[in-house]
Protein backbone atom coordinates (compact mmCIF):
# COMPACT_ATOMS: atom_id res chain seq x y z
CA UNK A 1 0.00 0.00 0.00
CA UNK A 2 2.91 2.58 0.55
CA UNK A 3 6.28 1.92 -1.53
CA UNK A 4 9.64 3.86 -0.40
CA UNK A 5 11.79 4.07 -3.10
CA UNK A 6 15.65 6.00 -2.70
CA UNK A 7 18.57 7.47 -5.14
CA UNK A 8 21.06 9.66 -5.10
CA UNK A 9 23.84 6.76 -3.72
CA UNK A 10 27.05 6.13 -5.88
CA UNK A 11 31.03 6.49 -5.22
CA UNK A 12 32.28 9.03 -3.53
CA UNK A 13 35.86 10.21 -2.17
CA UNK A 14 36.72 10.47 1.17
CA UNK A 15 35.68 14.03 2.72
CA UNK A 16 33.08 14.25 0.23
CA UNK A 17 29.07 14.62 0.02
CA UNK A 18 26.41 12.95 -0.73
CA UNK A 19 22.40 13.68 -0.78
CA UNK A 20 20.19 10.23 -0.54
CA UNK A 21 16.37 10.85 -1.39
CA UNK A 22 13.43 8.79 -0.64
CA UNK A 23 9.79 8.96 -1.69
CA UNK A 24 7.30 7.66 -0.57
CA UNK A 25 4.16 7.05 -2.55
CA UNK A 26 0.94 5.10 -2.86
CA UNK A 27 -2.63 5.85 -0.54
CA UNK A 28 -0.89 6.87 2.52
CA UNK A 29 -3.69 8.83 5.13
CA UNK A 30 -1.09 9.49 7.59
CA UNK A 31 3.37 9.47 7.64
CA UNK A 32 4.55 9.58 10.89
CA UNK A 33 8.58 9.82 11.55
CA UNK A 34 10.76 8.66 8.74
CA UNK A 35 14.27 7.41 8.70
CA UNK A 36 17.84 6.20 7.23
CA UNK A 37 19.36 2.94 7.97
CA UNK A 38 22.41 1.75 6.88
CA UNK A 39 24.40 -2.25 6.94
CA UNK A 40 27.92 -2.27 5.82
CA UNK A 41 29.94 -5.29 4.86
CA UNK A 42 29.93 -7.75 7.14
CA UNK A 43 27.53 -5.88 9.42
CA UNK A 44 24.36 -5.36 11.00
CA UNK A 45 21.75 -2.88 9.89
CA UNK A 46 22.02 -0.35 12.14
CA UNK A 47 20.08 3.00 12.67
CA UNK A 48 21.66 6.50 11.26
CA UNK A 49 19.20 9.35 11.63
CA UNK A 50 15.79 9.76 12.11
CA UNK A 51 12.89 12.70 11.83
CA UNK A 52 9.58 12.94 12.95
CA UNK A 53 6.65 14.31 11.14
CA UNK A 54 7.29 17.53 13.13
CA UNK A 55 10.92 17.88 11.88
CA UNK A 56 12.36 16.48 15.06
CA UNK A 57 15.81 14.75 14.51
CA UNK A 58 18.15 12.00 16.02
CA UNK A 59 21.37 10.95 14.87
CA UNK A 60 23.42 8.01 15.28
CA UNK A 61 26.98 9.26 17.40
CA UNK A 62 29.06 8.08 13.98
CA UNK A 63 27.62 10.75 11.95
CA UNK A 64 26.36 13.65 14.16
CA UNK A 65 27.74 16.74 12.97
CA UNK A 66 28.40 15.17 9.53
CA UNK A 67 25.13 14.17 8.09
CA UNK A 68 21.39 15.98 8.10
CA UNK A 69 17.91 14.44 7.74
CA UNK A 70 15.14 16.25 6.19
CA UNK A 71 12.31 16.10 4.89
CA UNK A 72 9.78 17.92 2.91
CA UNK A 73 6.01 16.78 4.26
CA UNK A 74 4.10 17.76 1.56
CA UNK A 75 5.82 15.31 -0.97
CA UNK A 76 6.67 12.62 1.48
CA UNK A 77 10.00 12.68 1.02
CA UNK A 78 13.14 12.40 3.37
CA UNK A 79 16.54 13.63 2.28
CA UNK A 80 19.90 12.31 4.04
CA UNK A 81 22.53 15.07 3.41
CA UNK A 82 26.56 13.61 4.14
CA UNK A 83 28.85 15.24 4.44
CA UNK A 84 32.74 14.47 5.56
CA UNK A 85 32.27 11.01 4.21
CA UNK A 86 34.22 8.16 5.34
CA UNK A 87 35.45 5.12 4.17
CA UNK A 88 33.84 3.14 7.15
CA UNK A 89 30.45 4.88 6.03
CA UNK A 90 30.58 2.89 2.97
CA UNK A 91 27.16 0.68 3.46
CA UNK A 92 23.80 0.00 1.82
CA UNK A 93 21.43 2.45 3.04
CA UNK A 94 17.70 2.03 3.53
CA UNK A 95 15.14 4.31 3.70
CA UNK A 96 12.40 3.53 7.00
CA UNK A 97 8.65 5.43 6.66
CA UNK A 98 6.42 4.91 10.04
CA UNK A 99 2.86 5.46 7.90
CA UNK A 100 -1.02 4.65 7.81
CA UNK A 101 -2.47 3.74 4.77
CA UNK A 102 -5.86 5.10 3.83
CA UNK A 103 -8.26 3.21 4.97
CA UNK A 104 -5.87 1.48 7.65
CA UNK A 105 -6.96 1.22 11.00
CA UNK A 106 -3.16 1.20 12.47
CA UNK A 107 0.05 2.38 11.40
CA UNK A 108 3.25 0.60 9.90
CA UNK A 109 6.62 0.65 8.71
CA UNK A 110 8.06 -0.11 5.61
CA UNK A 111 11.27 -0.18 3.70
CA UNK A 112 12.59 0.79 0.74
CA UNK A 113 15.00 -1.62 -1.42
CA UNK A 114 18.81 0.23 -0.64
CA UNK A 115 21.31 2.30 -2.22
CA UNK A 116 25.00 1.59 -2.37
CA UNK A 117 27.02 4.20 -1.07
CA UNK A 118 30.73 3.89 -1.67
CA UNK A 119 33.30 6.15 0.19
CA UNK A 120 36.79 5.24 -1.98
CA UNK A 121 40.38 6.98 -2.93
Known amino acids: QVQLVESGGGLVQPGGSLRLSCAAS????????MGWYRQGPGKQRELVATITSGGSTNYADSVKGRFTISRDNAKNTVYLLMNSLKPEDTAVYYC???????????????WGQGTQVTVSS
Open 26 to 33: GSIFSMYA
Open 96 to 110: KADAQPLLAVRRYDY
